[in-house]
């Protein structure tokens, strides 16, 4: 890669990057997120994958032992309210879900996905010296 194609190649990382943030940041609007946002970046720029914690009775997100963000409301009141407001609609497509879960689970699982799993790896192993 030459020197101006390495430029812009790190422009264009410069770019995507803060774009990237500029999303992140956007889907919390309505919330002080800052905190949030400032910790979810530097995980990634340190190349980690964002670890949040909440304590299900609590509404306050923890990152790196410290707290970082104040939930609305603690995941069980959320699960509550969840359960109170349950209807037709809802259920049917939870068990749709569910029911697309399990189709796809035991399809993971089937002979023909393991049968063209061993075929490909075979092959593979032929090609390898």
């Known amino acids: 890669m030459g020197l101006s194609n390495h430029y812009y190649y790190l422009r264009f990382i410069q770019k995507k990057e803060n774009i990237l943030f500029e999303k992140i940041s956007q889907k919390l609007d309505f919330f002080s997120h800052e905190q949030l946002s400032l910790s979810e970046e530097k995980q990634l720029l340190n190349m980690d994958i964002p670890y949040f914690s909440v304590n299900a009775n ?4 923890i990152a790196g032992g410290k707290k970082i963000w104040e939930l609305p409301k ?8 969840k359960f ?13 879900l569910i029911k697309f879960s ?4 035991q399809f993971l699982f089937s002979n023909q996905l393991q049968e063209k799993f061993s075929l490909v790896n075979f092959k593979y192993k032929l090609a390898t010296p």
Do not use: G, I, R
């Not at 603690?74 to 309210?81: E, R, T, Y």
């Not at 109170?84 to 749709?96: A, F």
């Not at 399990?102 to 689970?105: C, F, G």
């Open 102 to 105: 399990l189709q796809a689970s």
């Open 84 to 96: 109170l407001n349950l209807d037709e609609k809802l259920l049917n497509e939870q068990k749709s």
């Open 58 to 61: 609590k509404s306050c997100v």
């Open 74 to 81: 603690s995941p069980v009141q959320k699960v509550f309210d």
